[in-house]
């Protein structure tokens, strides 16, 4: 079992920034992939960025530019930088692990963008 746990999220007005952080804890042996996903209001859960242990990286069109995913594979953490933050960034945002035979999620924190 993989357990994490979250922090950062928050209000932010519209061109602010925050920082997400997530840290792994338990059997991490063997992860592959660290990933923040996010799920608006009535909308499906979808990839925000993802990172290997080689340090490829991933992100989607609408946070490119914008966001940028880092991680210390020796403290088993993920890291989620936002700046230039925009209302429909606004979602509950999950770190995500994953490992050769599943994945495992963090309970989520919420990120609202004001405008």
Known sequence: Q???VESGGGLVQTGGS????CAASGSTFGINSLGWYRQAPGKQRELVADIYRSGKTNYA???KGRFTISRDNAKNTVDLQMNSLKPEDTAVYYCNVQKAYGG??????QVTVSS
């Open 61 to 63: 069109d609408s946070v």
């Open 18 to 21: 925050l920082r997400l952080s």
């Open 104 to 109: 495992y999620w963090g309970q989520g924190t």
């Open 2 to 4: 993989v357990q994490l």
